[in-house]
């Protein structure tokens, strides 16, 4: 996955004009869309469309500093059908508009390109177990939360800690399907989301399908397939972040599965203080 990566990034590199072509990039190196975009947010902390966008406006920064006489051209360039729509998109990034970055030479704020390497091949320890699960219900409190890579999620904090001591024991005693136990789920994550788009949150437990759902509770159907489940154990929520990176890194590379679309899970197995032992379920399918 790192060279499929690196290629990716080379691609970028060489589709000045918009022309990118990412479904058809991970045909061509035995993957999907899906599990391309997912592995590049998880290791680079941004989506591949935010980084594309970065670049091409780092490229066309440097060309209105050299002196490009129009600005049409620029924009057609790197793939936009307007100088308005280039002019809002060159501004998101470097925060001036593209007439002051040709008059006062920025200053512009450069995105370099990405390399990713590993220093020490197969340096986390993966405790990984594939498990095949029938279709099952996840039920529970949702909320929508917007996207925070590294570090503790205030807003799903929050939401935990309005939900009474009393009702997280009622969500306990209605779990009767694996993954046991209350779970943080993750959901309606588009893959190439950037940082700060919203997704949804539940705070429940998963059900057999034949399980009734409480009228008062959030439900999120899941169909029948496989799951990698990864064990990890340290600082919250550091070792969580770190492992679901390792994941990238080191597992998918190593074996022939792939991510799937679906929920990520995770299983507090113990919490105490900043400390926890917990299980992350990603849903996958064979390469």
């Known amino acids: 996955m790192i060279g499929t990566l690196n290629d990716l990034v080379e691609r970028i590199e060489a589709s000045a004009e918009g022309d990118l072509d990412v479904a058809a990039f991970a045909r061509e190196h035995g993957t999907t869309e899906y599990h ?25 920064g440097a060309e209105l500093v ?4 129009s600005l049409l051209n620029v924009a057609v360039r790197h793939g936009y059908g307007s100088v308005e729509a280039f002019g809002r998109a060159f501004r998101a990034v470097h925060g001036i508009t593209p007439s002051e970055a040709r008059r006062d030479g920025g200053p512009l704020r450069t995105q370099p390109t990405l390399r990713f390497r590993l220093s020490v091949e197969g340096s986390t320890p993966m405790h990984v177990t594939i498990t095949h699960q029938p279709s099952l219900v996840l039920a529970g409190h949702a909320v929508d939360v917007p996207l925070i890579h590294v570090g503790v999620n205030p807003h799903i904090q929050q939401h935990i800690a309005a939900i009474a001591p009393e009702e997280h024991a009622r969500l306990k005693a209605l779990s009767d399907a694996e993954p046991s136990g209350i779970l943080a789920v993750t959901a309606d994550i588009d893959p190439d989301a950037p940082e700060g788009s919203m997704l949804t949150y539940l705070h429940g437990v998963a059900l057999q399908t034949s399980t009734p759902v409480p009228d008062d509770l959030d439900a999120i159907p899941l169909d029948a397939g496989a799951w990698a489940v990864f064990a990890a154990e340290g ?22 599965w792939r991510l799937r679309p679906g929920p990520s899970i995770v299983r507090y197995l113990s919490f105490t203080g900043t400390h926890a032992s917990c299980e992350l379920w990603l849903p996958v399918e064979e390469e």
């Open 36 to 60: 391309l975009r997912r592995m590049f947010s998880a290791l680079a902390h941004m989506s591949l469309s935010e980084y594309v966008r970065r670049r091409r406006m780092t490229v066309a």
């Open 235 to 256: 600082p919250f929520p550091d070792t969580l972040q770190t492992l679901w990176a390792a994941t990238a890194t080191d597992w998918f590379p190593s074996n022939p």
């Open 66 to 69: 050299a002196g490009a006489p």
